[in-house]
């Protein structure tokens, strides 16, 4: 029979041994999320170039903030990429996986097709179009010209940089969200498709009283994923138009890499990253909120 001592030094090298199946997870929390987060939140209060010195400057790195015009202008760029990106995305994303979700010869052979660009590397998509965007010499304005059509400023005039930018991150990324939707779409029970058929629905009708509702999870997740990636922005624009032309491209997460390590200003581009953290963290939930009032009955 197992009296209480034992008991106990067995539970207790239980402990142990959780510990250690923790421990690796321990290690890369502390050194690559709570150290860097202590660590950049110390830099808002500070000067650093990484060279010299930390020097305390207390709030200046705010009040230099409140006054750059650039700050508004990356978040006004930011907006304007997720106004146009997060509609599209959804819409193709949706188009597509209605598509995907009908018995369609070589199904599986397309679903894998679209999933394709989310695992290329980013670096290689944006090269990629920067080729077919390309004014002179593109392989889109090569089309426009033999149709007979003028070419196009896709990254050269400012109003179509950033649209440009949102269709090309719409196909590099819309296959994590046609899975998202697909998913969706199999949980609808069949029976309600076949109920409402019965009942002389069209397939408009069903869609909209049928298919969306049932989708309104999935439409939740995915608006709320696609606004945190567009606040993310960084590749696209740095590769193809570093920012420009005429700041028309400057994405917030472009405009702190540039304040951090083209400028060396390491304290500025924390105070920077704070502000767009609650930037983001305000539209979600302001997001939610909408998505949450709509829905209710």
Same mark, same amino acid.
């Given at each position: 029979?197992?009296?209480?001592?034992?008991?106990?030094?067995?539970?207790?090298?239980?402990?142990? $041994?959780?510990?250690?199946?923790?421990?690796? &997870?321990?290690?890369?929390?502390?050194?690559?999320?709570a150290y860097p987060l202590v660590f950049s939140f110390i830099l808002v209060f500070h000067r650093w170039n990484v060279v010299t010195p930390?020097?305390?400057?207390?709030?200046?790195?705010?009040?230099?903030?409140?006054?750059?015009?650039?700050?508004?202008?990356?978040?006004?760029?930011?907006? $304007?990429?997720l106004v146009i990106h997060i509609p599209l995305q959804a819409a193709?994303?949706?188009?597509?996986?209605?598509?995907?979700?009908?018995?369609?010869?070589?199904?599986?052979?397309?679903?894998?097709?679209?999933?394709?660009?989310?695992?290329?590397?980013?670096?290689?998509? $944006?090269?990629?179009w920067q080729q077919l965007y390309s004014y002179d010499n593109g392989v889109l304005n090569a089309i426009l010209r033999a149709a007979g059509l003028g070419?196009?400023?896709?990254?050269?005039?400012?109003?179509?940089?950033?649209?440009s930018i949102a269709i090309m991150a719409t196909w590099k990324n819309v296959g994590i969200y046609i899975v998202l939707f697909l998913v969706g779409l199999q949980n609808i029970p069949r029976e309600l498709y076949e109920a409402a058929a019965l009942d002389g629905a069209r397939p408009a009708a069903q869609f909209r009283h049928i298919t969306l509702p049932m989708l309104n999870p999935t439409i939740v997740v995915i608006i709320v994923l696609s $606004?945190?990636?567009?606040?993310?922005?960084?590749?696209?624009? &740095?590769v193809l138009t570093g920012g420009g032309?005429?700041?028309?491209?400057?994405?917030?997460?472009?405009?702190?890499?540039?304040?951090?390590?083209?400028?060396?200003?390491?304290?500025?581009?924390?105070?920077?990253?704070?502000?767009y953290a609650l930037v983001i963290l305000a539209v979600v939930m302001l997001q939610r909120r909408v998505i949450d009032t709509e829905l209710t009955p």
């Open positions: 029979m197992t009296g209480p001592r034992s008991l106990v030094r067995r539970l207790a090298a239980g402990d142990r $041994t959780a510990y250690w199946f923790v421990l690796p &997870y321990a290690v890369f929390f502390c050194a690559f999320v930390m020097e305390w400057i207390g709030l200046k790195n705010f009040d230099r903030l409140i006054g750059d015009g650039l700050f508004y202008r990356s978040l006004l760029n930011t907006l $304007t990429f193709v994303a949706l188009g597509l996986a209605l598509l995907l979700n009908t018995a369609i010869r070589g199904r599986g052979f397309f679903r894998a097709i679209y999933f394709l660009p989310v695992v290329v590397s980013g670096v290689a998509v $944006t090269i990629l070419r196009v400023p896709w990254l050269v005039d400012p109003s179509m940089a950033m649209p $606004t945190i990636g567009g606040f993310s922005l960084f590749i696209e624009p &740095y032309p005429m700041q028309s491209t400057l994405s917030g997460m472009l405009y702190i890499y540039n304040q951090a390590f083209s400028f060396d200003h390491m304290g500025y581009a924390a105070t920077l990253g704070f502000v």
